[in-house]
């Protein structure tokens, strides 16, 4: 028997020179764990819903066989069971971890020097919204009498804006932009462009929400819902925190997300550790309740994707029950969602990776951007205020867009 050919060692990059390396067509994704830039394709994972996680594992054998050295599978996957995916193996992969393992610092990420992140698209755009805010309005008032009325519990319904440039879009710019704001954001770049497609499509975001996340044997999920505009204003963002942790609304909806995410950690993990009582996290845009549930895997445990697949879609974008929150989204939405609340990451040979929630997001292509932004329907939702927060949801995008106001 021949000896295993000796590992190569990996060639250590710096974050900064991976976001600046970042061309139309790469994936790129960081977090407070490292960087990740892939550039060419090896191999596409095709595979159906609830099934990808097998299709992923499969290919990464492949790979292995193929002489590609520390294979992962990257990509995104649709929010709707017959969505589309766009998972590859990519040829190249570079990788920056964050030093001290855990977290970046502001300049890790950064580019050169810039203090204050300019809009780096600077279009004049015209702003159709899908559709218009006081159909939106109408459609979470019939939401929450259908929950007066039945069996749903919680829907979260979505609106879209697409916004149309002079220009083409440069998602690089778009992208660095997302990246200087919020170094502490998921953030990503996906080619999902579809056989048909005039341009190339780029699904491009910064979403604060991990979906689930298998580092060795931890697995950690962090699951948001109960949401406040952040305004910058020191007051009345304490005010804002303040009600959040004590409105009855928005904890009752947190709940249904963090009991879903433990109960289906639940089958997979032991040790598994849920906080009784959500936090508050921030984004630049906005205040969450927030849950992070801990849990171990053993050896030869379910990879981050088979443990995504599971998770998805967690009543954070769908709602309780799923298939009724489903049929619900599917009547009261105008827009198929496509890749808007499904999910983004990478998984490895060992099963390490990590998948987020795709949202605070917009898929690109020339000069258009489609954004959505959605939020949780309970009983007794307010349908201003629910439209008045997805238009502060929209915030992330539109900021980096240079288009804020707009929503
Ligand atoms: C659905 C979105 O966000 C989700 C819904 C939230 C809520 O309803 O409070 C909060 C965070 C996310 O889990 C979105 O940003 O589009």
New binding site residues.
Partial sequence: MSSPAPARPRPVHRAADLLAAYLPGSFYYSSARGVLLADGVHAHVRGASGNRAAAAAEALEAAVLAGVANPVVVGAIGFRPDSGSSLIVPAVVRRAEAPGGDSWTDGDLRPGREETPRPANQNPWTVVPRPAPEVYAESVREAVDLIADGELRKV?L?RALDLVGEHSISVRDLLRDLVVRDPAAHAFAVDVSAPGDPAPRTLVGASP?LLVSRKGNVVTANP????RRRTGDPARDAQAIAELRVSEKDLN?HALVAAQVAEVLGRYCTGLEVPEKPEVMGTPAMW?LSTRVTGRVGPGGPSSLELAEALHPTP??CGVPVDLARDTIARLEPEDRGYY?GLVGWTDLAGDGEWV?T??CAEVSDKTARL?????VVAGSDPAAELAETSA?FGTLLRALGAEGVA
């Fill in positions: 979260v979505a929400e948001l819902a109960g949401s909806e969450h954070a974008v609340a929630v949202i605070r959505f932004a959605g939020a949780g949801k």
